[in-house]
């Protein structure tokens, strides 16, 4: 038996491990996507397996990348898909232990289990301030503020304009809120959402989403003109409401607004400020969890 780098040809002999994940909504092409190198680093491998005999019988996922982030480079793996075969269950840690020997990186997990979370706590992982609030556009009649759906690419500096090029693939939005001298880039997650009342008045032949805003470039701005931002995105984009995370509001909004209930939990390991993790470039991101 031995406990080696999971390169991205080994595919096929992980899927039916994570076959036994039993998540329908996840096809094996899908499941391909974290055998890729999605996010163009150099690493060259995407995990840790457990083998014997030519057939693997463990799989701890890693999704890397590197980030710019408040001037600084930081270099990010994020903890996927971590199952093993129970007569193996006993070298579980190997491959969590494997995976933390990597050294200067921020670690990340954003799906742990009721069985992983505590594990994660003891090795020194934090909690991520994770709490959404649900917001329903309310019209602003203002000029302050114009959106752009497209053609914005110009506009973005370069740590901007990675994190578009390397998520515009995925079930992800984009679109930037402007006005005379300043700007925010937002990225948000596309779901699916129609509430009971306005399918009965429609008869389903509208299409709404419901927008999760997930990174946010320019938080102040963004949190100056909240209610301009949602109402004219909502317009442009067809999107019936919102989720913001808490840190990304003014207080006003926080009070009047209802949480949205979220079953995750978010935790990270690694020296950045907790405000400063987001779940891009991760397995949420390329699995659409």
Partial sequence: ???????????????????????????????????????????????????????????????FSNRIIAGKEYKFCNLTSWIV????????????????????????????????????KKLGYKDVENRKFLIKPIPVFSSKI??????????????????YEQHKKFN???FIAKSKSDYCFIVYRKKKYFPAK??????????MQLAEIEYVSNPNFFSNNTKEIMFKASIKKTI????????????????SSKIYKTHRKYVYKGDLPENKIDILFSEIVILDL
């Fill in 172 to 174: 992800l939005g984009f």
């Fill in 146 to 163: 114009r959106i752009l759906t497209s053609g914005f690419e110009n506009l973005l500096d370069d740590n901007e304009l990675k994190i």
């Fill in 1 to 63: 038996m031995i406990v080696r780098e999971a390169k991205y040809d080994d595919f096929e002999k992980v899927y039916p491990l994570l076959y036994k994940l039993n998540n329908k909504t996840l096809s094996k092409n899908d499941w391909k996507r974290i055998f890729e190198n999605n996010f163009e680093t150099d690493m060259g491998f995407c995990g840790y397996v457990i083998e014997d005999e030519d057939e693997i019988h463990g799989f701890l996922g890693a999704v």
């Fill in 198 to 207: 306005l399918k009965k008045i429609t008869a389903g032949k509208i299409n």
């Fill in 85 to 120: 075969e129970k007569k193996y269950r006993a070298k579980s840690l190997i491959l969590l232990m494997k995976i933390h020997k990597l050294k200067g990186y921020v670690f990340t997990n954003f799906t742990p289990s009721k069985t992983v979370y505590p594990i994660l």
């Fill in 240 to 255: 019936a409401s919102f989720t913001v995370y808490e840190k990304y509001l003014p207080e006003s909004i926080v009070k």
